[in-house]
Every structure is written in C-alpha cells, then in structure tokens.
C-alpha cells in the first residue's frame, strides 16, 4: 500500500511539474501578445512573412493528426460507411483543390471522435490520480458516451444555427433574384448573381445549385435538392412554385413578386410575433436557469448535501423523476410558445 502511494505522489508531481510548464508558457505568449499589440501599431508588417502564432501551428498539427487517423480509419468498409453520414455537414468551395488541408472529410469527423474520447479519457486519470481512485466501469461508459456523441451535438447545432441563417436571408436572395428576372436574366444567371452576392450558408447553398444545373440537372430536381438540404418551408414554397411555373407556364416576374410579397409579410408577421413573445421568452430562460443556479450554490456551499440522493436508490428514484419533469415542462413550454407563421 505505501509503495502504491509512493507511486502515485510522484506521478501527482510530474503532472503538477507539467501543469506549471503549461502555464508558464501560456503566460509567456499572453506577455508576447500584450507586447506586440503595444508595438505593433508603431511597426510595419512585412510582405511575405513566415511567423506562424502557436495556435496556427497547434491547429495544423491537430488536423494532421485527425487527418492520419481518417485515413487509417477510412480502410474500414463500416467506419467509412458510417462516416458517410457527416457528409452534409461538408463545406461546399468552388475550387476542389483550395486549402484541401484545411478542409474536413466525413471520416476526419469520427477521427474527432476517437480523440476527444481519448482526451477525456486521459483528463479522468489525471484526476482519479489525484483523487487516489481507479477506473470504474460506470465512469469509462460515461466517458465513451460523452465523447461518442459530443460531435453529433455540436454539429446538431451548428446546423440549427446555419438553417436559421439561410432562413434570415431567404428574403434577400428571392429580392435579388426577382430583380434579376425583372431585367431579363435567365435563372441560371439569377442563381449565379444570388451566389455571387449573398455570403454565408445560403451563398454556398445558391453556388450548389449552380453546379448542379451546370451538371445538367433540371431546375425542379435542382430546387428539389435545395428544399431537402435546408428542410425549409420557404425553400418548400419556392420549389413548389417553379416545379407548377414550369409544367403549366406562365410569367416569372409576377410569380417571383408575389413569392417575395409573401416572404416579406411573413417575415413582418414573424418580426412583430417576436417582440409581443419577447417577455414571456426571457421569462422561460430565466425559469430554465433555476435549478442549475440553485443546484450551483448549494453544491458551492456544501459539496455533501446532494450525497443522500445520490447514493441511495431511492434518491435515484427522486432525481430520474425530477429530471423527468423537468424535460417535459421544457417540451411542453416549447410547444405551447411555438407558432408557425
């Protein structure tokens, strides 16, 4: 037992040794920083420089370490079908061979996977070190599974937060293209001014379709694509109307002036909704922020006063239904404050 000991003091002081090294470097950059930023605006860049910051060159040696697990991993006939299914959260750029470094593959996101598992998986032993415990079989699965599927998360609401872009700018490209048609362009062409206009997720998604009917795809299947991408009910509608428009005839201009009459009230509406909902919106933030503010002090001010519903089944009990009130009183709330416009 006092060998075990042993063992673990001097594994406790090599990582405080390597602690204090981390952050002594980490407060020799910031100094760099601060000094640079004071002289910097007195100093003239040069044209072609080679200085790479530390966290350029930590970037690029993480991705060439995701890079050569991605490629070990895309032998694999399963992990790389797998991986096919991060295959739309791929940024779209014109030119193939641009910055192909920098660009992720679908396999380089399971790589992200394996390591951010690994990481956390080395963060638990450091603390088990210092907390004198092994590993248990409960805490490697929580682990796993929170590495395994912290990506899927993230990316989850990457998407969220790019489909709601696209839906704020939806207006601007049906204003651009409107006017396009009203000069006499062609909806090639007007496809081609939106995606030379408009950044963004909603530009790359215009130079997508671009490609495709430069490919030689017709513009129902082309729109068609573009409303399953995005699964929205603007793009639904614009869709809809030129698969109609170009089965049956008829003039463009006015289609497109009604789609963006329509689009225009709509967002009117929705804007107006907003602001009447603002109050009862910051009201359900705040009652959502409750029990983890409450939650926060208490264990802050006595890190035991938990313990009885923790390591009793029927304290087990009590926290799976409170979690569970507390996940429907979120989707019910959700539910009722959500109104389709």
């Known amino acids: 037992m006092g060998t075990f000991n042993l063992e673990i003091f001097i594994l406790q002081v090599i990582l405080i040794f390597i602690f204090i090294i981390l952050i002594f470097q980490i407060l020799r950059y910031h100094h760099t920083a601060y000094l640079e930023k004071r002289i910097g605006k007195y100093a003239i860049d040069p044209i072609n420089s080679r200085y790479t910051s530390i966290f350029d060159k930590f970037s690029r040696r993480l991705r ?18 797998y991986s096919n299914r991060y295959s739309k959260y791929i940024e779209y750029t014109e030119d193939e061979n641009e910055n192909d470094f920098y660009k992720f593959r679908p396999i380089d996101y399971v790589s992200i996977k394996i390591i951010t598992i690994i990481s956390l998986i080395v963060i638990a032993a450091v603390s088990n070190i210092f907390r004198y415990k092994y590993f248990s079989f409960l805490q490697f699965f929580l682990i796993f599974i929170v590495g395994f599927f912290s990506m899927d998360v993230f990316l ?16 601007k490209a049906i204003i651009i293209m409107n006017s396009a048609f ?60 030129l698969t109609i428009l170009n089965k049956t005839g008829g003039d463009i201009v006015k289609v497109f002036s009604s789609i963006e009459k329509t689009f225009f009230e709509r967002r009117k509406l929705k804007n107006e909704f907003r602001t009447l909902t603002a109050s009862s919106s910051i009201m359900f933030k705040f009652l959502l922020a409750v029990p983890f503010t ?38 019910f709330i959700r539910r009722i404050m959500k109104i389709k416009v």
């Open 156 to 171: 989850y609401f990457q998407d969220r937060r790019r489909k709601k872009q696209i839906d704020e700018d939806m207006l």
């Open 182 to 241: 009203k000069s006499g362009r062609t909806t090639m062409q007007a496809i081609e001014i939106v995606k030379n206009e408009l950044v963004g997720p909603i530009g790359e998604e215009f130079k997508k379709m671009y490609v495709d009917i430069s490919f030689g795809l017709s513009l129902d299947v082309v729109f068609e694509r573009f409303s399953k991408r995005i699964n929205n009910e603007d793009a639904k509608y614009i869709t809809a109307s």
């Open 294 to 331: 409450f939650f926060l002090i208490l264990f802050v001010l006595n890190p035991t006063y938990f313990n009885p519903l923790i390591n009793s089944k029927e304290g087990l009990v009590i926290l799976f239904i409170i979690l569970l009130i507390f996940i429907l009183y979120i989707y």
């Open 64 to 81: 060439i370490i995701v890079k050569s697990i991605g490629n070990i991993l895309n032998k694999s006939v399963v992990i790389k079908n």
